[in-house]
């Protein structure tokens, strides 16, 4: 689809003639014409014109995509040898990838500190018109055995730029050399590209490794956080050799962020051996030691709270000293700003549950005595906020294991609280784990526990706190059929919010999806988000680019597959405030028109499809959901730095580009270079005369003599002619242009010498004559030489030689 442009163009902007825009409400741009070439137009933006040595000049390409299809784009531009690109200047629209090429052919994606000499904008999957955003939909996720170990754990939900949903997880109670850290691409059941997987977690900041040289171990139970400013930096509870702390994993880059140590390992008699899970309260990151002591991070400042370790809560439980491998047996949960933990001493003794304040560093007020929740010798790996039916937080459970299953629950105050039914009749052995917790779109707050053990090879137990009991809909408990003839031993769900789904992994090392309504697996759902901000399309500094916001779509997706009526799509815009626009169509089109760019600077639009079949996914298919905007071509920017050499005079510049339609290339710009003061011409003028009579010997190329004065009587008594050579010499760096000869005595030697141009080294010589009667008297003529650097600025006055002189005599000579 073509775009009307409305922009005043820039200086030395050379137009392309574009077709008017034509809009209509709720549907795909008109398909492109399948013979027309796209089209790439350059301008410059300099501070002046002409640029002066060592100045910057702001390069744009507008590419407009004619193409019929989606296909593989790439936008080159090289950089000649009268300028240099200016480091970090390069700006590419969304969806494109940035490279740069130190020897003009090879690219990379990673910029190089100097020596870029060519660069690149490149998009795999470049749409027609080009003001377009996708995301690919992430498919019903089945059943997909990973390298987890067997003991992955928990997932961690990760979307990749291109809009594709990772699980990434840690293997649990995984000593310091084993590599523990797998990605999984949950659109295909493969692994992550960068493999092979597992790798290591290490202190050290860089990439994940592979082979065994790891130098931290995971806890028991794990609980994350993530960086509130950076959601793909996850901080874990991490076991070194020598203490126990914080560590970083960067799932968007795939490497260690960083390690904090915040206790030393070792002690008696109770041991600091390993840590539970951290939790998050105002800012601070919050884990308990096996000697039950309270453990506190800051995340913004990346140090220990002040007076941190904090005394202990709970009893410790893996904390021999003659064990140093031994375990944290419990988990950790926060209820109204409070931290609570439950701990699994054994040997005889009952597991507990304390409370720490934050506010005061010590524990909660009717928490000195940590409170028993279950039988001697029980353990618990859990430990959870309990709410009431309005969604608020009121106190912490925790199910124990052994003989008996028993749930206990405490609110704040540390009275009893009655336990969810969902999860208050489980047989002995069976495990319960962490839950997640999620508030549905009908407003109620549901926790997802995962169970196993004792009759249970793995399900998932669905309470609802707002009608408080089990989830209507929804099995209690829910086991998969499906996914490995049952045996899931689940560990953990994470909710991914754009589909709805919930994707759990166990400790028998299979990713799989849950419906949250029913418990089915897989969950028969998808969905995608974009995020469009119309104005990072443009770079040259330009206004008035975007005429409007156009629709979001399913492509690649059957309506029938879509149960669209049960389906949802929000949008909000850059201040998170939703906007109002119509639901899906029927053809799966959302009509964006009605929405002001002005007002409405960025759109988000998240897609919740519920499926009726996974028909359209599988086989290579990705469909996807597309935002797109009407507007001027997107742009590709980047600075040069002109040259400083004198005989630099000008700079020129071509893209070129590729696409579905063929290969292009854009106008050539030049950009005309003034000389700086070091850059300025020297000109020197020689006024001669012949000192011989014979006219042949005084013209060009004859011997003269040339001299400064000639003898007396060479212009005789009473008449004579005076014969003069005049050089003009260009001793400086630069050229010079519209030259002439400024000879006030006599007006032939400016008419013989015309106009005309220098370059640096070279001369010119004029000559001319003048005939004297009565020539009783000396003639002295001076001449010098008019002239303009070359590109110089427009009305720019002219500049002048020294005078030279020279001097015929007559009869006499000396006056």
Not at 360 to 377: D, E, K, M, Q, Y
Request: with cysteine.
């Amino acid at each position: 689809m073509r775009r009307s442009r409305s922009k005043l163009l820039p200086t030395l902007f050379v137009p392309l003639l574009a077709a008017a825009l034509v809009v209509v409400p709720g549907a795909a741009p008109a398909a492109a014409d399948p013979l027309a070439v796209s089209t790439l137009t350059k301008s410059v933006r300099t501070a002046a014109t002409p640029v002066d040595h060592g100045g910057t000049a702001s390069w744009t390409v507008d590419y407009d995509n004619n193409s019929a299809a989606i296909g593989a784009a790439a936008i080159t531009d090289q950089i000649g040898s009268a300028h240099a690109y200016v480091p970090g200047s390069l700006r590419v629209p969304p969806g494109w990838t940035p490279q740069w090429s130190a020897d003009g052919t090879t690219f990379q994606g990673a910029e190089p500190a100097s020596g870029t000499v060519a660069v690149r904008a490149a998009n795999p999957a470049a749409r027609p018109g080009g003001t377009v955003l996708a995301s690919e939909l992430t498919p019903p996720v089945q059943a997909a055995a990973t390298a987890t170990g067997g003991d992955g754990f928990t997932p961690l939900l990760h979307r990749t730029p291109s809009g594709s949903l990772q699980a990434w997880n840690i293997f649990h109670h995984a000593s310091f050399a084993q590599p523990k850290v797998v990605c999984s691409e949950l659109a295909t059941g493969s692994l992550c590209a960068g493999g092979p997987w597992p790798k290591t977690l290490n202190t050290a900041v860089g990439p994940l490794q592979s082979g065994s040289a790891g130098d931290i171990s995971s806890p028991l139970a794990p609980q994350y956080v993530r960086d509130p400013a950076t959601p793909s930096h996850v901080y874990y509870a991490a076991i070194t050799a020598s203490s126990v702390g914080v560590g970083c994993l960067d799932l968007a880059a795939a490497a260690n962020c960083g390690y904090w140590p915040l206790l030393a390992t070792g002690g008696s008699p109770a041991a600091v051996n390993n840590l539970a899970g951290l939790v998050e309260v105002a800012g601070n990151l919050y884990g308990v030691a096996t000697t039950g002591a309270v453990t506190c991070w800051t995340v913004s400042s990346k140090s220990a709270c002040p007076g941190q370790p904090y005394a202990p809560i709970v009893p410790p439980n893996g904390s021999n000293p003659a064990a140093p491998a031994s375990l944290y047996l419990g988990a950790m949960t926060v209820v109204a700003g409070k931290v609570f933990a439950s701990s699994s001493p054994q040997a005889g003794q009952v597991p507990a549950m304390g409370c720490f304040d934050p506010a005061t560093g010590s524990a909660c007020a009717g928490w000195g005595t940590p409170r028993p929740l279950g039988p001697a010798n029980n353990y618990t790996y859990n430990a959870y906020t309990a709410y009431d039916t309005s969604g608020a937080a009121v106190g912490a459970c925790a199910g124990t294991t052994g003989g008996s299953n028993v749930t206990t629950c405490y609110t704040t105050a540390g009275a009893p609280l009655a336990a969810p039914s969902s999860a208050a009749s489980l047989p002995g052995g069976v495990l319960v784990f962490n839950p997640e917790v999620i508030v549905g779109p009908d407003g109620h707050t549901r926790s997802y526990l995962a169970i196993w053990g004792g009759p249970y090879a793995g399900a998932a137990i669905c309470h609802d706190w707002t009608t408080g009991a089990g989830c209507a809909g929804f099995p209690n408990p829910a086991s998969h059929p499906n996914v490995n003839g049952g045996h899931t031993r689940d560990y953990g769900y994470a909710f991914d919010s754009t589909t709805q789904c919930l994707i759990g992994l166990g400790d028998a090392g299979v990713l799989f999806s849950m419906d949250p309504a029913t418990g089915a697996s897989p969950c028969v759902r998808s969905g995608a988000a974009v995020t469009l901000t119309p104005a990072d399309f443009y770079c040259d500094g330009g206004t008035n680019h975007v005429t409007g916001y156009l629709s979001a779509r399913l492509e690649g997706i059957t309506p029938a597959n879509v149960n669209l009526g049960a389906s949802s799509v929000t949008v909000v815009n850059q201040a998170g405030t939703v906007v109002p626009t119509p639901g899906f169509a029927p053809d799966g089109t959302v009509d964006l028109t009605g929405v002001s760019p002005s007002a409405n600077t960025s759109l988000t639009v998240t897609a919740r499809l519920v499926l009726t079949n996974g028909a359209d996914f599988g086989g290579g298919a990705e469909p996807n959901l597309v935002v797109d905007f009407a507007g001027d071509p997107p742009q590709v920017c980047f600075q040069t730095t002109v040259a400083t050499a004198c005989t630099v005079t000008d700079v020129t510049n071509t893209a070129t580009g590729t696409d579905v339609s063929g290969s292009f290339s854009s106008n050539t710009v030049s950009v005309p270079v003034a000389p700086g003061a070091a850059c300025l011409p020297v000109v020197r003028v020689e006024k001669e005369i012949c000192a011989s009579n014979s006219a042949s010997h005084c013209g060009p190329g004859g011997s003269g003599p040339w001299v400064k004065q000639t003898p007396v009587g060479l212009l005789g008594a009473l008449f004579g002619t005076a014969r003069w050579r005049i050089t003009i010499t260009n001793d400086g760096p630069v050229a010079i242009d519209h030259a002439s000869v400024y000879d006030l005595e006599e007006p032939s030697c400016e008419t013989a010498g015309g106009t005309f141009s220098l370059a640096p080294g070279q001369s010119k010589q004029v000559y001319c004559s003048t005939y004297a009667l009565l020539t009783l008297f000396p003639i002295t003529n001076y001449a010098k030489a008019k002239y303009t650097p070359r590109n110089s600025p427009p009305g720019t006055p002219p500049s002048y030689s020294p005078y030279s002189s020279a001097k015929a005599c007559a009869l006499l000579c000396n006056l």
